[in-house]
């Protein structure tokens, strides 16, 4: 009887785990699992600091396309709450170590006599091929994503509206948290693709896809990349693509706190309908809590996590490496 019992016992253990595990779908061979290193905004030594609190950076090499740039490596990273304002830091290592830009922030909320918001948030720096200019996209406030274009990565001139929630179709509420990449699908006709977050009336956050041939003009997919699922709770923000080991995924993160990858074909319209555990916290020391906004860069072999790490409104920029 009671060996009957154990074994029904460790029937259900097994159907739960099978459950749990049925929301997402399993790692591929060679996946890479990310190793915590420390976090890059110290609260209580940046210069720019109005609300402590960090989110969203974005990687760009600015030693491969900007003539005497002040380091190999840009980082960008806002705070969430206003009055926002997009920062910078260098460094001439992916590894670090990171210098706070001594004028910070590099794109403020009130830009005369082109706009003023409550806040400007979400940098993504992106090198514009065709305008031979770097591109840093952003929103701004949260119904409208923006970009300005530079040719130092401090000194912006306004590019204007890319995306705003009437492109997204009458129920869009906010159009914001945007990452731009080279278009993965060369017959597409365009040479960039966008992710970003549509919240809708639901108050339901879910991943859009934008497109652009020349990553000024924009045409909104009417249909969703990202619907959040079981595993993720009711928002998915943060997106980006990714390609490992010759596949394309969209990365991104959840409700839950952790962040996940998806597959997506070449034209970005067929995702995978369950995500793949991208990163989760240790909890070990100070790796605890949510994980965020993922930016993934390669280089010479090594692959490194730049992330959002906390709370949402007490975050700070983290970064991991590949192990
Ligand atoms: C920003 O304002 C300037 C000065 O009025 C104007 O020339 C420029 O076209 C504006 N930029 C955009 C994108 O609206
Ligand atoms: C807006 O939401 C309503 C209610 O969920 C839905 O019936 C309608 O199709 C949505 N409209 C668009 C354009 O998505
Ligand atoms: C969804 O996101 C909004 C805004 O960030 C937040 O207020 C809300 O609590 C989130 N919902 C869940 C279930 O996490």
Do not use: C
């Not at 009671?2 to 997402?24: C, D, R, W």
Request: hydrophobic share 35%; no cysteine; net charge negative.
């Amino acid at each position: 009887m009671k060996s009957a019992f154990k074994a029904l016992g460790l029937l259900g253990g097994v159907l739960l785990a099978t459950l749990a595990s049925a929301q997402t779908a399993p790692a591929p061979h060679g996946w890479p699992v990310f190793s915590y290193q420390g976090v890059l905004t110290d609260k209580d030594t940046l210069k720019y600091n109005p609300t402590d609190e960090f989110i969203f950076p974005g990687v760009f090499h600015a030693g491969a396309h900007l003539g005497d740039p002040l380091g190999e490596w840009y980082l960008y990273y806002a705070p969430h709450d206003d009055p926002g304002g997009i920062s910078l830091m260098y460094a001439e290592s992916l590894d670090g170590p990171w210098t706070e830009y001594a004028n910070n922030p590099v794109i403020k909320n009130v830009w005369k006599p082109n706009y003023s918001v409550p806040h400007v948030s979400s940098a993504d720096p992106i090198w514009n091929k065709e305008a031979g200019r770097l591109f840093v996209y952003f929103h701004g406030s949260n119904s409208q994503t923006r970009w300005a274009e530079t040719d130092d990565g401090v000194k912006f001139d306004y590019g204007g509206p890319a995306v705003d929630n009437k492109m997204g179709g009458a129920n869009v509420t906010e159009s914001s948290y945007a990452r731009v990449f080279p278009h993965p699908d060369k017959k597409s006709g365009y040479a960039y693709g966008m992710f970003y977050m549509g919240n809708e009336k639901d108050n339901v956050r879910r991943i859009r896809l934008a497109e652009s041939v020349d990553g000024r003009t924009w045409v909104v997919d009417p249909d969703y990349v990202v619907e959040p699922g079981l595993e993720e709770g009711a928002n998915v923000s943060g997106a980006d693509l990714w390609k490992w080991k010759g596949k394309h995924y969209v990365v991104y993160h959840a409700s839950s706190g952790n962040s996940y990858a998806r597959t997506i074909d070449k034209t970005l319209r067929k995702v995978g309908s369950l995500p793949i555990l991208l990163h989760q916290s240790s909890g070990v020391g100070e790796d605890v809590g949510r994980v965020a906004s993922p930016e993934i860069v390669t280089f010479r072999g090594k692959t490194y996590l730049f992330y959002e790490s906390g709370d949402r409104l007490g975050a700070t920029i983290a970064w991991a490496k590949a192990i």
